[in-house]
């Protein structure tokens, strides 16, 4: 079966939180139609002749089965279902405000549908691969303001009521689509002549400036990144009053809390610094997941993880005076390392049968982990192949689904080094991370690799490993696919550096001499911070002694960066 097309028009009753509607879903099937409604009871289908068709509604599977044969055109499917607190689907969010001394309620009816919610609010096949555009038409109480993913098309008056047309979407995954309905204030701007709206509760809008001059920049430096303009018409940043998610990229109509979008001249810079990556990490999200899909939800890792890895390069392109990749290192890859180095820690990427499994698997290795390969990977092949690989992936696939091995060969291509591809499907398959021992002796420097565990010692394994090491100042990069390799330089051993500027998400042990010369060598703030961390993981495990730690960070006491120095204070 094959959907085309949703047209959708919900009848709101605002007061009694109740709605009713009808979708004529436009479609293919050879046999039968089947459908995802949860907690949505279909009260009638006919096909486009107005011949009523013989459906079953299963509550056990939610599923509504729809027997039309072969059949090719559009089915009318009538719906309807309360509008609950339960903060997925349609469903009620207050905003609690004290007017004449006197606490009351501003009620918002939002929609929140990753990863399978969407069949909470209409009859679809709610599945990522399942991409349809979405016409969608919306009757309300006329002093409400409704917003959703496209630009409004007409708004005709009937008595009490409006109804609000909305522009057709592009095709697009079912959890993207979005409806908000309530008594917004705005605060709008423009980013080359298409609108960008923040829209919240009464009374906060001011505070949303900021948010704007985030998504401006950001859009900028995407655009230039991707070489794929933004595809919508507009821009919406939405504030939720009852929100469990932090923000949700709904293509268009992006929403958050409070906490993630509103920061004024007052707020303190570590609320700035969290509103920029919020609203950027979104931002990414609509080329990267929304443009570009997933075919199914076990990639949603790479979504998310190249959402926080994307961030990180915006931000610290367009607000350089803030630290960004000194906060990646430490506040994603430094906890990711130390889940990662334990018996309960798990591949990046698990097989998902059941959607229901999705939002128990993400955590430090889903994140952190995840956008740190990413990281190793540009530092691998460099970032303009890096870019020109998901520039080539993005233009290959855009408003269709992907798989995660699609972009690792689209890398591969753009860089020309064979076997980019195969290395990352094993880093996200693999659980764990290794530790590199480097020795030296004479011309030649000799690496060895075991798993790292910082408690019992389980199994070993060999990674194929993105080795970057600098000697005498000659950069040199590799894949370590072995127990021990050995590479003879040819004259002696001066300088040396190994995982350059911290980007391989696995640590350094350098033996006898080479720590001396890897001290010796300039190495950058991001290779003592790892060496700091890396010695006292080590020193947690038993691998060196304490004294071995606290002999490098005498080594490092006088330095004076802020990364180093946090790192040995904490």
Not at 347 to 358: L, Q, S, T, V
Request: net charge negative; charged share 30%.
């Amino acid at each position: 079966m094959r959907v085309d097309r949703y047209e959708i028009f919900v009848d709101v009753d605002y007061k009694n939180s109740y709605y009713r509607g009808v979708e004529r879903i436009y479609l293919e099937t050879e046999d039968e139609v089947r459908l995802d409604a949860v907690e949505v009871k279909v009260t009638s289908v006919k096909d486009q002749a107005g011949k009523e068709l013989p459906f079953v509604q299963d509550g056990k599977e939610n599923k509504v089965i729809i027997r039309t044969g072969k059949y090719s055109g559009y089915i009318e499917v009538s719906f309807e279902a309360p509008i609950k607190d339960k903060l997925s689907g349609l469903y009620r969010a207050k905003e609690r405000v004290i007017k004449d001394g006197k606490e009351e309620s501003i009620v918002y009816f939002t929609t929140q549908f990753e990863s399978i919610h969407a069949r909470e609010f209409i009859p679809c096949v709610d599945e990522p691969a399942a991409k349809a555009k979405f016409k969608l038409t919306v009757r309300v109480d006329k002093d409400l303001d409704v917003i959703s993913n496209m630009p409004t098309e007409s708004v005709k008056e009937e008595g009490d009521k409006k109804v609000v047309g909305f522009q057709e979407t592009p095709r697009m995954s079912t959890y993207l689509l979005y409806l908000g309905i309530g008594k917004f204030e705005e605060l709008k701007d423009d980013y080359n002549g298409k609108p960008i709206t923040v829209a919240t509760p009464p009374g906060k809008s001011r505070r949303g400036k900021f948010a704007i001059d985030v998504a401006k920049k950001s859009l900028s430096y995407y655009e230039g990144y991707f070489g794929i303009p933004y595809a919508l018409p507009k821009l919406h940043l939405i504030v939720v009053p009852e929100f469990a998610a932090g923000a949700m990229e709904n293509w268009g109509a992006i929403t958050f809390r409070e906490t993630a979008l509103l920061a004024d001249d007052n707020s303190p810079e570590s609320i700035k610094k969290r509103v920029a990556e919020v609203v950027a990490h979104e931002l990414a999200h609509q080329w990267f997941g929304n443009l570009v899909t997933m075919y199914w939800w076990d990639d949603l890792w790479l979504n998310e993880s190249f959402a926080t890895f994307m961030s990180y390069k915006a931000v610290s392109a367009n607000y350089p005076q803030w630290d960004m990749w000194g906060d990646f290192v430490s506040s994603e890859t430094g906890p990711a390392f130390f889940r990662d180095s334990f018996s309960t820690t798990h591949p990046i990427h698990a097989d998902i049968k059941d959607p229901h499994e999705i939002e128990q698997i993400f955590d430090d290795i889903t994140y952190g982990k995840g956008a740190s390969i990413l990281r190793m990977i540009e530092g691998f092949v460099g970032e303009e192949a890096f870019r020109n690989g998901v520039r080539l992936y993005l233009k290959e696939h855009s408003y269709g689904n992907a798989k995660a091995h699609d972009l690792w060969e689209a890398i591969e291509r753009a860089s020309g080094i064979k076997g980019v591809a195969e290395l990352i499907e094993d880093w996200i398959t693999s659980p764990g991370h290794p530790v590199v021992r480097v020795s030296v002796s004479g011309t030649k420097v000799r690496f060895s690799q075991e798993r790292f565990w910082i408690s019992e010692r389980k199994e070993d394994r060999v990674y194929k490993i993105p080795l970057t090491v600098e000697v005498n100042g000659r950069r040199v990069s590799l894949i370590f696919d072995k127990k021990e390799d050995v590479m003879d330089v040819g004259e002696e051993v001066k300088t040396l550096r190994v995982n350059l500027s911290r980007t391989g998400f696995y640590r350094v042990l350098y033996e006898g001499d080479a720590l001396n010369l890897f001290l010796s060598s300039n190495p950058d703030r991001y290779e003592k911070y790892g060496l700091l961390d890396d010695y006292l993981r080590f020193a947690m495990a038993g691998t060196v002694k304490v004294d071995d730690y606290l002999s490098v960070a005498k080594a490092l006491s006088n330095d004076g960066d802020y990364l180093v120095v946090q790192t040995l204070t904490a």
